[in-house]
DNA sequence: CGGGGGATTGACTACACTCAAGCATAGTGG
DNA sequence: CCACTATGCTTGAGTGTAGTCAATCCCCCG
């Protein structure tokens, strides 16, 4: 599971996030480095309760927190991208409502035993993440609630773009989307053959355009008004 | 909006809940109570916007964090309790995506100009019962996203009735369920029309009773087994 | 007694699910 | 190099849960 991978300049991705909530000094960014423990990989499917134990961040890959009802239905709670915290706040820490597990095969950085946020800036820093963590809840509810499948879709593919974007992981209007249509289902609460269609329907629309795993977003402008919640 | 009402000891609801995510001592409780401003009441519908520039205590009645769509669909994030704050974590202060409405009318305590956790009791108490409000956000998201109109009704009247019974308000299996079937609707993702037909359907099934607005648990058993989540 | 808000019911529709089969692509081993 | 698999994607057919529309009932209250 230990990997001696060197770390490269997209990997620091964390602190492009956590810049965006709240000015990082170089000093803070620097403390919080010496805090971090070395690089993890974990195999797509694996559970990563160890991030319970020491907060880490995400460095490569994707991940989500997963709720699993005793039928095997399976809800996607979020979904949690390359340079987003695991462990820090109390979402992602709770322990029994939700489990988070690797959906592709990703590499880790955690922090130190005992680490916690060292500087005003980091903190600010991390709280930020924590609220746009919890915003994306309540999009998350609101598109389970009362959006049409469609929507849904709309709505999730805007918000991965965006969130990639952020980090410099996506040209232009696409980006690498490497997760089975079945994952997208339990996120959006369909079915899978139901996703299927739906992104049939919008590539007919020339909403979006999909090869392999690379996804292209067409037409922003209709895809925003079908994703209606308004989006900032 | 502003009402002289003498406190009854109802509605020290917020003490109780706070104590159950950690120890406060007397002196805690004192200092929290000086930092309490009046009381205000505000009638049914009404918004909630002033708990974002200071927190409060809901004292009695319902509340409840909505999102509402441009075509007028609207989702209820979550119900507010008598003894839960407004405006103290991300959740109930984050502005833009989403507003907290009085589905009753209701009393609120708010806090003095300036307010923050006067003791380490005080702020591990808070964060307690915001990490309780992200649990509850979890099992919202897996009930819309997975659950059908049945089990997501007897999982939400479980959850009221389990939060209702924490505060007093509950005799037994009985509790008082001020709102309108549209609101059940819109807090579950569902239709009214759809909403009707289930709760007839769990009276049919002898798992609930309801007299006006009181409703009785019947059979917890039954809707702990349909509501499928395991509730700890 | 009339009005009004909320609850209930019926009839019909439709979005999304299930089951089941077929296809495409990438690996694997003979 | 080519069957043979495995995995994920696609499609069809039929079903069902939940939605919509519209009317009616019920009860409280003025």
Known sequence: MLAVVPERPVEKAYLRRLRRFGPLLDEDAAALEARLGRIEAYPA???LDSARAAPMFLLSGWACLAHSL???RRQIVAFLLPGDGIGFDLLTRS???VQAVALTPLRARSTQPGFSPASEGLSRALAGAAAAQQSRLIDQIVRLGRQTAYERMAH???EL???LAEIGEARGESFHLPIKQEVLADALGLSL???NRTLQQMRRDGLIDMRGAQLTLLNRAVLEAASDQSRS
């Open 156 to 158: 999730l593919l805007l």
């Open 193 to 195: 053959v139901h996703v």
């Open 161 to 163: 773009h965006g969130r």
């Open 95 to 97: 322990q029994h409502a």
């Open 70 to 72: 005793r039928d095997g």
């Open 45 to 47: 499917g694996r559970d």
